[in-house]
């Protein structure tokens, strides 16, 4: 019996590790831009003619990863439809720890430095996290919210930028 579940185990952790991103494949390199305040429309700039929704957040922040899981059943409409997702922390999260959380996350993942953060975070208004925003295939910022909104109202603003 103690073999049969401990086989059960890592059959499922095997399946599991196998659907999970390496960081590697999830993690960019911050573009190159003019000013601090642009380094969010520079990221943009990477997926023209895709719509991309940007999620700021935290390793520490509870409310950001209740609504990681919450927006999950979301997420495969959101492959079909060609959205990019986007995760941009900052330097308040621990570097070893965003390492391990952000292969299970998926979406293309950016670490900003303390300036950049703040820059960002005056431009937009930004006053906490998690902060959501959606970018519309032209390029243009189409939405944004503090606190997650729930699937509904990000699927209807995710139709809207398509």
């Known amino acids: 019996m103690k073999k049969t579940i401990l086989s059960l185990?890592?059959?499922a952790a095997t399946a599991f590790t196998a659907f999970a991103a390496t960081p590697e494949e999830v993690k960019r390199e911050t573009p190159k831009y003019d000013k601090a305040e642009n380094v969010v429309e520079a990221i943009v700039a990477k997926y023209p003619g895709k719509t991309v929704f940007v999620d700021f957040w935290a390793t520490w922040c509870g409310p950001c990863v209740r609504a990681m899981e919450t927006l999950k059943p979301?997420?495969?409409?959101?492959?079909?439809?060609?959205?990019?997702?986007?995760?941009i922390t900052d330097h308040t999260s621990d570097p070893a720890k965003w390492e391990t959380m952000i292969g299970d996350i998926g979406g293309e993942h950016y670490w900003l430095n303390e300036e950049e953060m703040k820059a960002v975070c005056d431009k937009f208004g930004i006053q906490g996290i998690?902060?959501?925003?959606?970018?519309?295939?032209k390029g243009e910022k189409a939405?944004?919210?503090?606190?997650?909104?729930?699937?509904?109202?990000?699927?209807?603003?995710?139709?809207?930028?398509?």
Not at 74 to 80: A, D, G, I, N
Not at 130 to 137: A, G, H, L, V
Request: net charge positive.
């Open 9 to 11: 185990v890592c059959i």
């Open 74 to 87: 979301l997420k495969p409409w959101m492959e079909e439809n060609g959205i990019v997702k986007v995760y």
């Open 130 to 137: 998690p902060t959501y925003q959606i970018y519309n295939k």
């Open 143 to 162: 939405y944004q919210k503090t606190g997650y909104p729930g699937n509904d109202v990000m699927k209807a603003e995710f139709e809207k930028a398509l």
